[in-house]
């Protein structure tokens, strides 16, 4: 439901006593900036060639960020008596990914009503969850 770091920053591991990690079923946080497709037409390339390396420069600075405050929230409810961390056995994340599957097909019917390639962002985020688990 939200990262590791809401341990912390958000001072849920003051109240939670477990904390399940699920990472080959899902992640928590998805995060992307978005513009108006009209709007990024109507500026120039060499602002969109701007915008472009600025978000190349900051996709990996950001995602370190989240790596260290992910580790400071585990850290915050682990150093708590009676606060435990729970990983999923491959089995028991499986069986969490079978349970959401009918959500993603629900995403993936309602987006591609709507003239979208659900389906293909479906595949990319299992992909990458499959392979990051590796």
Do not use: H
Not at 13 to 42: D, H, I, P, Q
Not at 94 to 104: F, G, I, T, Y
């Amino acid at each position: 439901m939200c990262p590791l770091e809401a341990l912390k920053g958000w001072k849920l591991g003051e109240v939670c006593n477990f904390t399940t990690l699920k990472l080959r079923s899902s992640y928590s946080t998805g995060f992307f900036v978005v513009m108006n497709k009209a709007k990024w037409n109507s500026i120039s390339k060499a602002d969109q060639a701007t915008i472009q390396k600025i978000n190349e420069e900051w996709i990996e600075k950001q995602g370190k960020v989240w790596d260290e405050i992910d580790v400071e929230g585990q850290g915050k409810l682990m150093s708590q008596p009676g606060k435990k961390l729970v990983s999923l056995s491959k089995e028991e994340d499986a069986r969490w990914a079978k349970a959401v599957a009918p959500m993603l097909d629900d995403y993936v019917k309602a987006t591609k009503a709507k003239g979208l390639p659900g389906d293909e962002a479906v595949k990319f985020c299992l992909d990458y969850l499959k392979a990051s688990q590796k």
